[in-house]
């Protein structure tokens, strides 16, 4: 079966530096690839490739067994991507930003998001300003596009980043489920996942150092 999302021959340089080369990597439905490795070795950069916000130093990624460059369009429709800032409008509401993000993909009807809303905790502060809100609050209105209806790839730059241990634990077992469903989650985290899905793997960046 040809993996959705593969990595050949990859190598990514920043900043006249050579942060990996030669990464081989495959992902397909069911799978969470946590990548791991020292500050500094590129962990956020490897996630910006596979989003295809960034373009390798050497190598390819293929989507579907083609080049990602040729299928930019093909990507947008199945990739939910969430980086380190929340990513937020400060000036709308939680139920506004929600309303705004998913109409990159699939439009969301006002009671959805209001279901994912209250799923992250967020109940009560659906229509407040989210610059009235704290880092962690902020960071669950990014996270609820994952309680709508999303596309199956999500690609996640320390999603634990704020949450408190009832948080965390709710994201696990929600990424673990969304894998356990044909699903499929790229992820880098600090944290210790307890909730692992059967298709888990770990993919330390040390390994493939220039």
């Given amino acids: 079966m040809t993996p959705h999302l593969q990595a050949v021959g990859l190598a990514c340089e920043r900043d ?20 791991s490795g020292p500050n500094g ?31 930019r369009h093909e990507l947008a429709k199945i990739l939910l991507w969430i980086g380190h800032a929340a990513g937020i409008k400060d000036l709308l ?29 967020l109940r009560g502060f659906e229509d407040v300003p989210c610059h009235t809100l704290s880092a962690g609050q902020q960071r669950r209105v990014a996270l609820a596009r994952l ?4 596309p199956p790839l999500w690609i996640l730059d320390e999603p634990f980043t704020a949450l408190d241990k009832q948080g965390v634990a709710q994201l696990e077992a929600h990424l673990a489920a969304h894998c356990e469903q044909g699903g499929m989650v790229v992820l880098t985290t600090h944290h210790t996942l307890e909730r692992k899905p059967s298709g888990y793997r770990e993919l330390n960046l040390g390994q493939w150092a220039a």
């Fill in 16 to 35: 006249w530096r050579m942060l990996f080369e030669n990464l081989e990597l495959h992902l397909a439905a069911g799978d969470m690839l946590q990548i």
């Fill in 41 to 71: 070795s590129g962990k956020t950069s490897l996630l910006r490739l596979l989003a295809g916000l960034m373009q390798p130093t050497a190598g390819e990624i293929r989507l579907h067994g083609k080049p990602l460059l040729e299928q």
């Fill in 93 to 121: 509401s939680p139920e506004e930003n929600l309303a705004w993000l998913c109409a990159l993909h699939t439009p969301a009807d006002p009671a959805a998001i209001w279901k994912a809303l209250e799923a992250v905790g």
């Fill in 147 to 150: 309680y709508l209806d999303s």
